[in-house]
């Protein structure tokens, strides 16, 4: 077949060349295209609901929703965050897609990726994003260039401030954001859901919560906000060790929040064109319940993958469905392009398959015959974290990093009999083992094969973007005492140079020559610190003789002067020049801003 998608580099254009892919059926189409809000909550466990059995946790709004529309018992994500969210938007495997980090620009999803939705869009839908994307921070990599019309949030796997949030960006755009960050999204969808109404435009809204992960903050009474004390101070009244309590009261403020929009939905006369789905992105944090499961977030164990799915459909989807059948968040995009009446792209390997005939039935024990795990922070490796399993048998393999991986320490579970996966068959069932392990590697080949894994290179001379802010994180670091230091992303450092040659590098993608003004935030003690710090990109060069800010822990902005970029990959590398003091400094920022000539 022809290719079906022309991707036009830098726009969100999706030219439609071809026709529909083979048996696809479209029955719901037929019925006219509903509305579709997903709800994405983050690092909220399976068990982290009332109608999982959870005795504690108060969510009614979660559990109404499961009961009027279709459970899935095992549903299955990633094992953490970002892969999971480049699985929801491409219906792709993440390893797929060039992403494999949660972090240092590993988590940006590939350029020639197609999401979601840019496909609802080819048919009409308006999309908007309100929380964390995760799947790049560059514009080029934005929501607003893969496929959203409207995106409130943020780029990174969290925020430092849910109370007065920050690194809040609105279509682009930093903004001062007020009041707690979960109202504060769910106020944004239900604006775009009602202005999306207005307009009579059908409408994708992508809910992508932030909470309950880490740093597990609510609004406190410091802020004259008593709603989070009140709720931490309920479920510790219910014995819940206070890291818990945190947790259960984040995942409650959710449930508060789902309620308004729910009622919004109702109030706007839209419950029946609107198909609504609730999820998490990953298997859970919290340890006071586990509903049976074994794991938790990152691991390949039932509690580090399983996630709650439930899906809201008055009149199309039965009311008390219960499927039990495997089914993978690569499922998304093939789901809703089938709910909306679009073709898949056929130019490339899609790994999810329409739940459309289970949530219509609400029943089914049958639809994937294998899903996949795998989860290693630096580069993807089919031995150090994985599992694959079938409606039945399961193979996992977890190895911490000071561990050797081997075959003998696999483990295989029974699922239908064992589903806390306590008790391991490794050595009774040799033939299962050997299947799934060949299954794994031979999907582990495939969905690797030909990508290159490294940070995406920084666009550099967008006028979208100008300046542009070069992240500590991004950085690859060179020398003894060199090091990149993780503080929340506002204030990561590259610090503890200590002998000229040390250096940090970052891989730029010049979008256009010419000179380009640098301003870096650093700390520098007027004791301890000092010396020359030098830049390079290519044969430009720029000396920076480090000033005292008052303390190293101080950051200032300064000018610094003028850099020759050269339209292209270019390496930017930050050098210590000469030491006058212990070490040079601790460099926190640097912005690189496209200037006339
Ligand atoms: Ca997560």
Known sequence: MSKLFQFVQGHVAILILGILANGVQLSVAATGQPNIVLIVTDDQGYWDTGISGNPDIETPNMDRLAREGVQFSRYYCAPVCAPTRAGLMTGRYYLRTGLYNTRFGGDTLGKKEITVAQLLKTAGYRTGIFGKWHLGKYHGFQPNQRGFDEFLGHYHGHLERYQFPDQIYHN????????????????????????SHEKKEKFFCYLAYNAPHSPFLLDTSHFDQPEGDKLIEKYLGKGLELRDARIYGLVERIDINLGRLFEKIDQLGLRKDTVVLFMSDNGGVSRHYKAGLKGYKSQTYEGGVRSPLFVRWPGHFPAGGMVEAQASHVDMLPTFCELAGVPLPQDRKIDGKSLVPLL??????????YVYHTWDRYFPNPDRRWSVSDQRWKLVGIFGAKAEPS???????????????????????????????????????????????????????????????????????????????????????????????????????????????????????????????RFTAGQSRLY??????????????????TLKLVEGNVKLKAEVSEIDGDELMRLNQIWLRRVER
């Open 172 to 195: 682009g755009k930093p903004v001062e954001a007020r009041g707690y960050v979960t109202d504060l999204f769910t106020d944004a969808a239900m604006d775009f859901i009602e202005a």
């Open 360 to 369: 219509e039935s609400g029943k089914g024990k049958s639809h994937h015959e």
């Open 407 to 533: 075959a003998s320490k696999w483990k295989l579970f029974d699922l239908e009999k064992d589903p806390g996966e306590t008790k391991n068959l490794l050595s009774k069932e040799p033939q299962q083992v050997e299947r799934l392990r060949k299954e794994f590697v031979r999907w582990f080949n495939d969905v690797t094969d030909g990508v290159d894994y490294h940070p995406a290179p920084i666009p550099v001379g967008n006028v979208e973007e100008n300046p542009v802010e070069i992240q500590p994180s991004w950085a690859k670091w060179e020398g003894e005492n060199v090091q990149y230091t993780f503080d929340g992303y506002d204030w990561d450092t590259i610090d503890g140079w200590k002998v000229p040659g040390e250096y940090a590098e970052w891989d730029l993608d010049v979008l256009k020559s010419g000179l380009y003004e640098v301003t870096i935030a650093y700390g520098c003690s007027p004791v301890k610190m000092g010396g020359t710090l």
């Open 544 to 561: 920076f003789k480090v000033v005292p800010t008052g303390n190293g822990e101080v950051f200032e902005r300064k000018v610094i002067g």
